[in-house]
Nanobody
Framework: VQLQASGGGLAQAGGSLRLSCAAS??????MGWFRQAPGKEREFVAA???????NYADSMKGRFTISRDNAKNTVYLQMNSLKPEDTDVYYC????????????????WGQGTQVTVSS
């Protein structure tokens, strides 16, 4: 299984970015995004299941939207109204369990993509 993330970069506060992550090898019930700052624990952002049900961290609700294209085995994260505190490395992850937000509940991880938001 390989996960290839893309779409990170530099944005201004209030701007938008869209992350993509394509999975190869098999289809997973749950696809999600986490983020991590240097020296901090990996933080759950959002997840989506095969049916399209979504789960968000409270601080992301209303600004971030997760979606997936099952035909392409790809998960997306649309990030709007970006804030400087959204600056992190964002990781996509896949797993078989729904409703979990602990990194240990996900089976495979992408390489991470840097998102930097300037004020």
């Amino acid at each position: 299984v390989q996960l290839q993330a893309s779409g990170g970069g530099l944005a201004q506060a209030g701007g938008s970015l869209r992350l993509s992550c394509a999975a190869s090898g098999r289809t997973f019930f749950t696809m999600g995004w986490f983020r991590q700052a240097p020296g901090k624990e990996r933080e759950f952002v959002a997840a989506v299941d095969l049916r399209g049900a979504t789960n968000y961290a409270d601080s992301m609700k209303g600004r971030f939207t997760i979606s997936r294209d099952n035909a392409k085995n790809t998960v997306y994260l649309q990030m709007n109204s970006l804030k400087p505190e959204d600056t992190d490395v964002y990781y996509c992850a896949v797993g078989s369990i729904w409703g979990r937000s602990n990194p240990s509940d996900f089976d495979y991880w992408g390489q991470g993509t840097q998102v930097t938001v300037s004020s």
